[in-house]
C-alpha cells in the first residue's frame, strides 16, 4: 500500500507514468468513467478549501467511484478532542482511499502510521501540497511540451508559498532547470530551500526583485499569493501584500511564450483583464489538477 | 579536587567542555537514586578541557542522546574498578523522544501523545529534523 505526503514519495518515473495517464484521461475521458466502480473515497478537510476539495470529488465521481467525509473540522470528531490517528482509523474502515488536510503541519504522515488505506496529502498548514506540484508539473508539461531545460520564475511569496518549495523540489530531479526567484527582501525563499534544494542539487538559480527584467529570458512565471493566514502581523501583511502585480502592461513586455500559472485562489496578483491571454495558464492548470488527481487515485488504489 | 573512582558504574568522559550539563539533563541523570558528580573544565591528558560525568552504578545509557550531544566523547563501563568495556557513540539517524519540535504549527504541538522523533538529513552539518513538519532541530549552544 502506498502514499502521497510528500511529492518525493513519488519517484520521477512515477511522476512522468502519472502524467501520462492524466493526459491519456484528457483524449478518452470515457475509457476511465468506470475505472474506480465500486470504490469510495474520503475527503477529510479538517480546514476548508473549496477548490481542492471539489477537485479530488469530482476526480472521484469521474472515475465511477463515491465520495464520502467532511469540509470543515467542526464537523467532525475532531471538535471533541478526538485524535487524527483516531479519526482516520475508524475512515479508513469506511473508504479505500483518503484525501486529507489538516492546518497542523505533519498530519497526513501521522495518518499514514496508522491507516488501512491510502492517504493522500491534500494540504498540510505550511508545508506540503503533492498534489497541487503535480498538477504544476503535469500543466507545464502540457504548455511546454517538456520540463526538461525550462527556465521558471517563481515570484510573490517565496517563503511561507508551499506551493513554490514543493514545485522547487520537484523541478530538483529534471535536468538544465534555471530557477528565477522574484521576491521583495522579506519574502525570500527560505535559505534551508536554496542550501538543501538547489544547492544541493547544484541548481541554477538567482535572485531578483525585478519582475520586469526577469520576465525577459522566462519559459514559466509562476506567480503566487501573498497569504494573509501565513501571517502572524496583519501590518506586515498590509505592507507586503501589493508587492508584485502581474499587469496587461507588464505582459505586453514579456516573452510570447512565457506560460503564467498561479495556484489559485488569487487576490489580486494577477489583473483579471489578463485572463483572456493565452499565456494565462492557471485556469487550465485549475482543470489539470482534477486529471492527475484521477490519474493518482487510479494509482495508489492499484486500478488498471 | 579529589572525586572517587567508581567501583561498578559509568565513566563518560571525553565531553566536549560544555556539554555535561546538557548530557546530564537530556539523559535524566537527576532522576537515579545513586551517586552522580559532574566535572567540568577537566584537563584532558593531552592539556586541553573537557567535561567528565561519573555514574556510581551500572546504568543502561542511551547511546543516541550522547551521539547526537557529542559524538566525540566515550562511555566507559567500570566493573570492579576496572574499565570493562568502552564505547564511542555513533551519530543517530533517528532520535526518539530526546528533543521536541518547537514548530506551533507542527501536528506534535496538538496532539501531546504522539512521539517526537527526528531524522538525520544532513551527516555533515548534523542537521536533524522533525520527521512530521521537517523543521530543523536547534543546535546546542556551549
Given at each position: 500500500?502506498r502514499?502521497?505526503i ?15 495517464t492524466a ?7 470515457a ?12 475527503t ?5 478549501s473549496?477548490?481542492t476539495?471539489?477537485?479530488f470529488e ?7 467511484g463515491h465520495?464520502i467525509?467532511?469540509?470543515d ?5 475532531t ?5 487524527v490517528?483516531?479519526?482516520i ?25 496508522v ?7 491534500a494540504?498540510?498548514g ?9 498538477t ?5 508539461t502540457?504548455?511546454k ?5 525550462l ?7 517565496l ?7 514543493s ?11 534555471k ?7 522579506e519574502?525570500?525563499l527560505p535559505?534551508?530551500?536554496?542550501h538543501?534544494v ?5 541548481m541554477t538559480?538567482?535572485e531578483t ?16 499569493r ?18 508584485y502585480?502581474l499587469t496587461v502592461d507588464?505582459?505586453e513586455k514579456?516573452?510570447?511564450t ?20 493565452p ?12 486529471y ?10 492499484e486500478?488498471? | 579536587m579529589?572525586?572517587?573512582s567508581?567501583?561498578d ?6 565531553i ?9 539533563r537530556?539523559l ?9 558528580a559532574i ?6 591528558q593531552?592539556?586541553s578541557?573537557k567535561?567528565?560525568?561519573k555514574?556510581?552504578?551500572?546504568i ?5 542522546v ?5 559524538p566525540g566523547?566515550?562511555v ?6 576496572k ?8 551519530i ?10 518547537k514548530?506551533p504549527r ?21 542537521v ?15
Amino acid at each position: 500500500m502506498r502514499h502521497l505526503i510528500d511529492i518525493l514519495d513519488l519517484s520521477p518515473a512515477e511522476i512522468d507514468q502519472l502524467i501520462a495517464t492524466a493526459n491519456d484521461i484528457i483524449d478518452h475521458p470515457a475509457d476511465y468513467a468506470e475505472k474506480c466502480h465500486g470504490k469510495k473515497l474520503a475527503t477529510l478537510f479538517f480546514e476548508p478549501s473549496t477548490r481542492t476539495r471539489l477537485s479530488f470529488e469530482t476526480a472521484m465521481y469521474e472515475l465511477g467511484g463515491h465520495v464520502i467525509g467532511f469540509s470543515d473540522a467542526a464537523n467532525s470528531s475532531t471538535s471533541k478532542g478526538e485524535t487524527v490517528g483516531d479519526t482516520i482509523q475508524v475512515v479508513s474502515c469506511y473508504a479505500d482511499i483518503i484525501a486529507m488536510r489538516h492546518p497542523k503541519e505533519g498530519a497526513p504522515m501521522v495518518a499514514s502510521q496508522v491507516s488501512g488505506v491510502p492517504i493522500i496529502n491534500a494540504g498540510d498548514g505550511g508545508h506540503n501540497h503533492p498534489t497541487q506540484t503535480l498538477t504544476d508539473l503535469l500543466t507545464i508539461t502540457r504548455e511546454k511540451g517538456h520540463i526538461d531545460g525550462l527556465t521558471i520564475g517563481f515570484c510573490g511569496d517565496l517563503k511561507f508559498g508551499r506551493t513554490v518549495h514543493s514545485l522547487i523540489t520537484a523541478l530538483s530531479r529534471y535536468k538544465d532547470i534555471k530557477i528565477v526567484l522574484i521576491s521583495p527582501e522579506e519574502l525570500r525563499l527560505p535559505e534551508y530551500v536554496k542550501h538543501e534544494v538547489l544547492e544541493h542539487n547544484n541548481m541554477t538559480y538567482v535572485e531578483t526583485q525585478d519582475l520586469d527584467s526577469a520576465m525577459q529570458n522566462l519559459d514559466v512565471l509562476y506567480m503566487t499569493r501573498v497569504q494573509k493566514e501565513r501571517f502572524f502581523n496583519e501590518a506586515d501583511y498590509l505592507r507586503l501584500k501589493d508587492s508584485y502585480i502581474l499587469t496587461v502592461d507588464r505582459m505586453e513586455k514579456a516573452p510570447a511564450t512565457m506560460s503564467v500559472l498561479h495556484p489559485l485562489p488569487r487576490v489580486n496578483e494577477i489583473e483579471k483583464a489578463l485572463d483572456s491571454d493565452p499565456r494565462a495558464c492557471y485556469f487550465r492548470q485549475a482543470l489539470c489538477g482534477k486529471y492527475i488527481r484521477m490519474a493518482l487515485i487510479m494509482k495508489l488504489l492499484e486500478v488498471k | 579536587m579529589v572525586i572517587d573512582s567508581i567501583r561498578d558504574g559509568i565513566v563518560i568522559d571525553h565531553i566536549k567542555t560544555g556539554l555535561g550539563l546538557e548530557i546530564y539533563r537530556l539523559l535524566k541523570l537527576g532522576k537515579l537514586d545513586c551517586q552522580v558528580a559532574i566535572i567540568q573544565h577537566a584537563t584532558s591528558q593531552k592539556g586541553s578541557k573537557k567535561d567528565v560525568i561519573k555514574i556510581d552504578s551500572p546504568i543502561e545509557i542511551d547511546l543516541d542522546v550522547l551521539g547526537y550531544l557529542d559524538p566525540g566523547c566515550t562511555v566507559n563501563v567500570i566493573r570492579d574498578s576496572k574499565v570493562a568495556e568502552k564505547y564511542h557513540p555513533a551519530i543517530p539517524e533517528t532520535l526518539t523522544g530526546v528533543i521536541s519540535c518547537k514548530n506551533p504549527r507542527c501536528i506534535t504541538s496538538a496532539e501531546s501523545d504522539l512521539p517526537h522523533v527526528f531524522r538525520l538529513t544532513d551527516k555533515d552539518a548534523q542537521v536533524y529534523r522533525c520527521i512530521y513538519c521537517e523543521t530543523m532541530a536547534k543546535k546546542i549552544k556551549i
